[in-house]
């Protein structure tokens, strides 16, 4: 399973960023999809994770103010994320794991793509 992650950039605070990332290759019939971050100097940290069916969780700092989403038609998920906070800033970096059972662990996920910067300026 490949993953391509797209969508970061640089927004003020209180701003809006959509991240997106398509999965290709040989995917699971049913997997999970989430969102991880890493800031400079910081370990890579639970965001968002959604199942194959829709349910979703996510990490308390971020409860509210992003939304992740999935279409399974076409292999993408998707990170919109409001009110954006300089404590956001980070690589942003989707991943993926077979099954059906919602993980916030980065070693649990098999699969990553590659990260996309996000950066919010107070």
């Known amino acids: 399973v490949q993953l391509q992650a797209s969508g970061g950039g640089l927004v003020q605070a209180g701003g809006s960023l959509r991240l997106s990332c398509a999965a290709s290759?040989?995917?699971?019939?049913?997997?999970?999809m989430g969102w991880f971050r890493q800031a400079p100097g910081k370990e890579r940290e639970f965001v968002a994770s959604?199942?194959?069916?829709?349910?979703?969780n996510y990490a308390n700092s971020v409860k509210g103010r992003f939304t992740i989403s999935r279409d399974n038609a076409k292999n993408t998920v998707s990170l919109q994320m409001n009110s954006l906070r300089p404590e956001d800033t980070a690589v942003y970096f989707c991943?993926?794991?077979?099954?059906?059972?919602?993980?916030?662990?980065?070693?649990?996920?098999?699969?990553w793509g590659q990260g996309t910067q996000v950066t919010v300026s107070s």
């Open positions: 991943a993926a794991r077979g099954g059906s059972r919602l993980r916030e662990a980065p070693n649990e996920y098999d699969y």
């Open positions: 959604v199942t194959w069916t829709g349910n979703t």
């Open positions: 290759g040989r995917t699971p019939s049913s997997y999970i």
